[in-house]
């Protein structure tokens, strides 16, 4: 059985990444699917919508055979450092495809482009470009000097998925060069675009949701079954109230220290804590820090870092242990079967990460901190108990 790997974040899961998982193991003769979602925080610097084991749950009812978590260092990371700790995870896993959703749907386009952006030579042009133009953003100075290289191609560029799926690519080319490329067309309205159709995008029904609309009809009924009880005693997001313990964490942050951040070079650091200072909410804050040069999305992942300790030593390398959210009966099987080829540590049981070096322990902390943080939004206190992520194990289908 071919293991097909997905690098995903389901928040929340609907229609479109149903048709993900069923085309992948069409095109590949009824493959394991193996899942590595985002955590409680995702790659746009932002609180997901539920749970992390409530996502796997209703992925893993929907026919992920395996879902573990990628560790919070990378899940808020850049798109290089999301896709890099992604796909290491996969790899070390066995995957031997990759599959990823894109608005071109051409793998030949984007390998291309992949293959481009590894180039020194390109890599150097684009940093002349930044110096020469210092209004650019690093994605607009790449794309420009792409555009000089492979012409047209460059245009995919523009499109969050298929930005992503380049990354995707070249972590794959780093790790395991011979991971098959399964490009699947994107079906329905793209990435942050408003639709009523069957395919909504990801943001629409986050946002229809939080404003009191009805998203049932594009979630999958296993899913939304998930969604629903969570739902119904209080467990999803709030802005509001997660503004406040981001703040408390803020507070105790210096000048200095946001100038140590991940990813806070050229004055971004400094440039948000000025922002800070004003007292305004949080995202008056991000919106004035930011100009072209530094995105928004730049700066909600650098208050993440700040408010929940990601220290620059945390994001370097690759995540040390995989940990197992959610089982299916065809993934239970799979285990028993290879999991002495794995080439990295599976975590079935929280507590083990004590077990597994001091590294292991720390990435193992900062997400069950932040785990916390994210359970303070919630309406019941018996989801304020200290130490859940400790001790909550897969959820097993």
Not at 3 to 21: A, D, K, M, S, T
Not at 95 to 105: H, I, P, R, V, Y
Not at 304 to 323: F, S
Not at 350 to 370: C, D, K, T, V, W
Request: aromatic fraction near 6%.
């Amino acid at each position: 059985m071919r293991n097909v790997g997905i690098v995903c974040e389901y928040n929340p899961f609907h229609r479109g990444h149903l048709y993900q998982l069923e085309e992948s193991r069409r095109l590949c003769g009824d493959a394991l699917i193996t899942c590595v979602l985002s955590g409680d925080f995702v790659q746009r610097g932002e609180a997901a919508l539920f749970t992390k084991f409530a996502r796997a749950e209703a992925a893993c009812r929907c026919g992920a055979d395996l879902v573990v978590e990628l560790p919070l260092p990378w899940c808020v990371g850049s798109a290089e450092r999301f896709a890099s700790g992604a796909v290491s995870i996969l790899a070390a896993l066995g995957c031997e495809a990759l599959s990823f959703g894109s608005e071109c749907g051409s793998a030949d386009t984007l390998r291309r482009l992949a293959e481009a952006d590894t180039d020194g030579a390109v890599r150097e042009a684009v940093l002349r470009r930044l110096k020469e133009e210092e209004t650019l953003s690093y994605a607009e100075a790449r794309q420009q000097v792409l555009f000089e290289r492979l012409g047209e191609d460059a245009a995919v560029l523009s499109k969050p998925n298929d930005i992503l799926a380049v990354e995707y690519l070249k972590a794959a080319s780093a790790v395991k060069p011979e991971m098959e490329a399964l490009c699947i067309p994107r079906k329905g309205a793209e990435h942050d675009v408003r639709s009523r159709g069957a395919f909504r995008s990801a943001m629409d029904l986050r946002e229809s949701l939080e404003n009191g609309g009805q998203i049932s009809a594009s979630i999958p009924e296993k899913a939304w079954e998930v969604f629903e009880r969570e739902l119904a005693v209080g467990r999803k997001r709030d802005l509001k109230r997660l503004e406040l313990a981001l703040r408390s964490r803020l507070l105790e942050r210096s000048a200095s220290d946001f100038d140590e951040l991940p990813d806070a070079g050229d004055g971004a650091g400094r440039r948000l804590y000025k922002a800070l200072c004003t007292g305004e909410d949080l995202e008056a804050c991000i919106r004035a820090a930011s100009t072209r040069r530094y995105s928004r999305a730049r700066m909600r992942r650098l208050v993440l870092y700040a408010a929940l300790d990601v220290r620059a030593e945390c994001t370097k390398g690759t995540p040390p242990y995989a940990r197992l959210l959610a089982c299916g009966e065809r993934g239970r099987a799979w285990l028993g079967q290879n999991a002495g080829r794995m080439t990295i540590p599976l975590l079935t049981k929280p507590a083990a990460a004590r077990s597994m070096g001091a590294r292991a322990e720390e990435i193992f902390e900062l997400g069950a901190s932040a785990h916390e943080l994210y359970r303070l939004q919630f309406v019941s206190d018996d989801d304020k108990a200290w130490g859940t992520d400790w001790r909550t194990g897969p959820y097993i289908g």
